[in-house]
């Protein structure tokens, strides 16, 4: 069965870092985009960050502005999400979600896979 897991999520202090994993079963990341995407309390599901299969392409929301960086290790079937300098309003449920691909790019819609979510939380 094909899933998606995150993990690494949890309370961080403003100013904070986390690194948030997404780890694939049942199916190879390969010749999969990666997104990550976020949804806080009460607001409409963002997306964050992509990278294409080969992790040669990239790109993050403007939001991020330099505080995020996302990576993949396709030898261990995951994707990772490193985040510094967090905000409050970073505080969300954040998906990974995997897009068959096999264009050098990546996107935010038509994901196949989605994984459950892991909170972050940033909060004095």
């Known amino acids: 069965q094909a899933q998606l897991v995150e993990s690494g999520g949890g309370l961080v202090q403003p100013g904070g870092s986390l690194r948030l994993s997404c780890a694939a079963s049942?199916?190879?990341?390969?010749?999969?985009?990666i997104a990550w995407f976020r949804q806080a309390p009460g607001k409409e599901r963002e997306g964050v960050s992509c990278?294409?299969?080969?992790?040669?392409?990239?790109n993050y929301a403007d939001f991020v502005n330099g505080r995020f960086a996302i990576s993949r290790d396709n030898a261990k079937n995951t994707v990772y999400l490193q985040m510094h300098s967090l905000k409050p309003e970073d505080t969300a449920v954040y998906y990974c979600?995997?897009?068959?691909?096999?264009?050098?790019?990546?996107?935010?819609?038509?994901?196949?896979?989605w994984g459950k979510g892991t909170l972050v939380t940033v909060s004095p």
């Open positions: 990278i294409g299969s080969s992790g040669a392409y990239i």
């Open positions: 049942g199916f190879t990341l390969d010749y999969y985009a």
């Open positions: 979600a995997a897009e068959y691909r096999t264009e050098f790019s990546c996107v935010y819609y038509g994901m196949d896979y």
